[in-house]
């Protein structure tokens, strides 16, 4: 007899909105987390030197989003809105954008009939030595804010995603962190198992019935398994450190899982002793964009920490794969000393703490966020069909619609697969 009705593999916030949802139903649910915290991707730290928590991993809301906010209110966390203009940067001075060349891309994508990848569709109606400088934009949006690939980037689903994205972008105060310490003490407090530090490195199955063991050896059992782990850890060969085998295998879900685009970013928090960057762009900037190697910078205006955040997306971001902290570092102060023009002795100086992420190296991820492919538009297609109504897949990866790669897309994606009982019936161990 199974040890609990749910396996939960992975206390992401999908993994946590699972567990809570499933326990309130009175069902004995264990979740597995390779890792030593709950978060996943949310992975905000109290660092010694830092006025505030570090957030490594996801750090706005993206618009009026419903779950995302329900769930803040009924927490009792607060958040506001990211104020502040945004200015562009070559050389210490401010440079004037191309809005109004934006409004031509959009309206080509919008015209669009057939799907093709980003690069090909500005080769193909954005061309010309004129339109050179608004390519480039486009494709370090993209690369940046969708950490897409753009040769393999689906053009009609960024589409649809960017119609959306004039909406207002909030914080957290304190950050994503203390939601999911908030969904975490629920978890516990409903009955739910959590056991850290386990991975997950075989699932075997049989129709109702699914047994994982553990790289410590550890062995557990239940009628069901959601799997809430990133994509990118389902991609990797089963010969690889982190990689989950199932027995009996599940090749053609596996196949179409690795050609889900799963993009890197690398984040890099920088604790100065001043805003300096405040004489070159004012006091009110909120986002700085640039061409450099760290191209996205944002400060934590409205708040007054001099807190400097770097952002690197897409396939420029997975090339540093393997490189070192200190080479992270260096290439971020690098890039800040040409965006405003300083020696970047000076601004090491000035430099009280940092802490840099590196999403592609780390091996509970193995990467950021999904984005859509010409080949998989959809990822929700590919994962959100159940094994034999016994092994289930939830997370950002699994959700459709177009807030993709956030929060959201992962309780979405959860709380659907648990919003109807046809959905994931369980015959509690406990009735």
């Known amino acids: 007899m199974p040890q609990f009705d749910v396996l939960i593999v992975g206390a992401g916030i999908s993994g946590l909105a699972a567990a809570r949802k499933l326990t309130r139903d009175f069902k004995k649910v264990l979740i597995l987390e390779a890792a030593d915290r709950a978060g996943g991707r949310i992975?905000?730290?109290?660092?010694?030197?830092?006025?505030?928590?570090?957030?490594?991993?996801?750090?706005?809301?993206?618009?009026?989003?419903?779950?995302?906010?329900?769930?803040?209110?009924?927490?009792?966390?607060h958040y506001y809105p990211?104020?502040?203009?945004?200015?562009?940067?070559?050389?210490?001075?401010?440079?004037?954008?191309?809005?109004?060349?934006?409004s031509l891309v959009m309206e080509k994508l919008k015209s669009l009939k057939e799907d093709i990848s980003l690069s090909e569709?500005?080769?193909?109606?954005?061309?010309?030595?004129?339109?050179?400088?608004?390519?480039?934009?486009?494709?370090?949006?993209?690369?940046?804010?969708?950490?897409?690939?753009?040769?393999y980037a689906s053009s009609l689903s960024l589409s649809k995603e960017w119609q959306q994205e004039e909406g207002e972008q909030y914080r957290i105060e304190g950050g994503y962190g203390r939601l999911i310490d908030f969904m975490e003490s629920e978890c516990l407090l409903y009955g739910a198992e959590i056991c850290?530090?386990?991975?997950?490195?075989?699932?075997?199955?049989?129709?109702?019935?699914a047994e994982v063991i553990t790289s410590s050896g550890n062995c557990y059992s239940a009628e069901k398994i959601i799997i809430t782990v990133p994509v990118g850890v389902l991609k990797m060969e089963v010969t690889e450190p982190g990689a989950i085998e199932f027995n009996p295998p599940l090749p053609?879900?596996?196949?179409?899982?690795?050609?889900?685009?799963?993009?890197?970013?690398?984040?890099?928090?920088?604790?100065?002793?001043?805003?300096?960057?405040?004489?070159k762009t004012?006091?009110?900037?909120?986002?700085?964009?640039?061409d450099e190697a760290f191209p996205t910078w944002w400060t934590q205006y409205p708040l007054s920490h001099p807190v400097l955040t770097g952002w690197l997306g897409g396939p420029d971001a997975?090339?540093?794969?393997?490189?070192?902290?200190?080479e992270l570092l260096e290439m971020a102060?690098?890039?800040?000393?040409?965006?405003?023009?300083?020696?970047?002795?000076?601004?090491?100086?000035?430099?009280?703490?940092?802490?840099?992420?590196?999403?592609?190296?780390?091996?509970?991820?193995?990467?950021?966020?999904?984005?859509?492919?010409?080949?998989?538009?959809?990822?929700?297609?590919?994962?959100?069909?159940?094994?034999?109504?016994?092994?289930?897949?939830?997370?950002?990866?699994a959700y459709q619609g177009i807030y993709g790669g956030t929060v959201e897309a992962a309780l979405a994606s959860t709380l659907g697969l648990l919003s109807g009982s046809e959905e994931l019936e369980i015959t509690s161990s406990n009735s």
């Open 43 to 77: 992975a905000d730290l109290r660092e010694p030197g830092f006025p505030q928590p570090v957030m490594l991993g996801a750090e706005f809301i993206h618009g009026k989003l419903p779950l995302t906010m329900a769930l803040l209110k009924e927490a009792g966390i």
């Open 82 to 102: 990211v104020d502040g203009k945004s200015v562009r940067m070559f050389k210490g001075k401010e440079q004037r954008g191309d809005e109004d060349d934006w």
């Open 121 to 151: 569709f500005l080769s193909r109606y954005i061309g010309g030595e004129k339109y050179e400088g608004l390519r480039e934009s486009v494709l370090d949006f993209a690369k940046g804010f969708d950490a897409a690939d753009p040769d």
């Open 196 to 209: 850290y530090r386990e991975t997950v490195k075989k699932v075997n199955w049989r129709t109702g019935f």
């Open 252 to 279: 053609e879900r596996i196949a179409l899982i690795r050609s889900i685009g799963f993009g890197s970013v690398i984040k890099a928090v920088l604790y100065f002793e001043g805003a300096f960057w405040e004489a």
């Open 282 to 290: 004012g006091t009110d900037t909120g986002f700085i964009f640039s």
């Open 318 to 326: 997975e090339s540093y794969r393997n490189a070192t902290e200190d």
């Open 333 to 397: 102060l690098h890039s800040l000393s040409r965006i405003f023009d300083m020696e970047r002795a000076e601004l090491k100086k000035s430099l009280l703490a940092f802490k840099i992420s590196n999403w592609a190296a780390n091996p509970f991820a193995n990467g950021a966020y999904t984005y859509p492919t010409v080949s998989v538009p959809q990822p929700s297609e590919v994962l959100a069909a159940p094994v034999a109504d016994t092994i289930y897949f939830a997370g950002e990866a």
